[in-house]
């Protein structure tokens, strides 16, 4: 999903501040002199993490920053190009583009909201009869707004059945648990579901709280299993609800026998800890499957 430059609103004054750019290999144009007629730069970002797109963005949103420069209004060059900066400690990464009046960058919203400045550098030609190019750039704020953070509920544990894996119909012990994202402002930072049982290997798998449907959890091992699902948005359709579960196989060897299983589950998202989950329980299998403790 790309800024639509249409909609931006922002046109930026004429004397700006300067600054170089690299042009099709050549050397550096210098700065334009004081009294060139510069052209004139638009633009904005956009949410992609949102659909439809929302006039803000949110703090830890993936998001795109776009640009246009109107080189009308200024001596226009063979050379034309615009380049797009983030500011410092802003993840960005530039996007390609084959006009040379537009430039664009995704770039990862800070978890404070914040004002950002990104800086757009074109290079154009100096005022006419002039030939020679030179650059010139300015910074166009974003400002973000506040996220929502996700909450969550232990939904139920259960037996259920793992394909593939000795025992039926019941095999492994699960615990679930529901992730609300508030579905226009919620914390965009990915979410990781880490499971371990004894000493056996963790098991870990991260997502997107928007886009879940999209990567769901499918990690495991010979012991555990992590899945997800997500319900869509709910019934006021302001919040999306994700489904994450967390399963270890318990089937006993033989009947009679029994097993002595440990579950252990941390969710996290960012720096907080959604879910630090312990369960030590014991299963044997006479007329059917039980354990003891079941998770609740």
């Given amino acids: 999903m ?3 430059l249409g909609r931006f609103g922002i046109v930026v004054g004429l004397l700006v501040t300067l600054a170089p750019a690299i042009v099709h290999g050549q050397s550096t144009p210098p700065p334009c002199p004081p009294g060139t007629r510069l ?3 638009t ?13 803000d963005v949110t703090a830890t949103h993936n998001a795109t920053f776009g640009a ?5 209004g200024g001596a226009a060059s063979v050379n034309n190009s615009v380049t797009v900066t983030a500011p410092p400690g802003v993840v960005s990464t530039p996007v390609p583009s084959d006009s040379p009046s537009v430039g664009s960058a995704d770039f990862v919203a800070p978890p ?8 757009v550098t074109w290079t154009q030609a100096q005022n006419y009869p002039s030939t020679q190019d030179c650059t010139a750039s300015t910074q166009i ?3 973000t707004v506040a996220d929502t953070p996700t909450q969550i509920s232990h939904v139920s544990g259960a037996l259920q059945h793992w394909p593939g894996h000795r025992g039926s119909p019941l095999n492994v012990l699960s615990v679930e648990w529901t992730l609300v994202v508030d579905r226009f402002h919620g914390d965009g930072e990915p979410v990781t579901v880490s499971a371990q049982s004894g000493t056996a290997p963790p098991v870990s798998s991260t997502f997107s709280p928007f886009h879940l449907h999209l990567l769901p959890l499918t990690a495991k091992s010979n012991l555990i299993r992590l899945r997800s699902a997500t319900t869509g948005p ?6 999306l609800v994700d489904i994450v579960n967390a399963s270890v196989l318990v089937y006993p060897p033989r009947r009679g026998a029994i097993v002595h299983r440990s579950l252990g589950v941390d969710i996290t998202q960012g720096s907080d800890v959604l879910a630090h989950y312990r369960l030590v329980t014991t299963c044997r299998i006479r007329r ?3 354990c003891r403790p079941i998770p609740r």
């Fill in 141 to 143: 704020p974003v400002t």
């Fill in 234 to 239: 709910d019934h006021r359709g302001t919040h």
């Fill in 288 to 290: 059917h499957l039980t």
């Fill in 43 to 55: 633009g904005g970002a956009t949410d992609n993490d949102v659909l439809p797109e929302p006039e």
């Fill in 2 to 4: 790309r800024a639509s």
């Fill in 68 to 72: 246009s420069v109107d080189f009308s």
């Fill in 39 to 41: 052209a004139t730069a």
């Fill in 112 to 119: 404070t909201p914040q004002t950002l400045m990104f800086t």
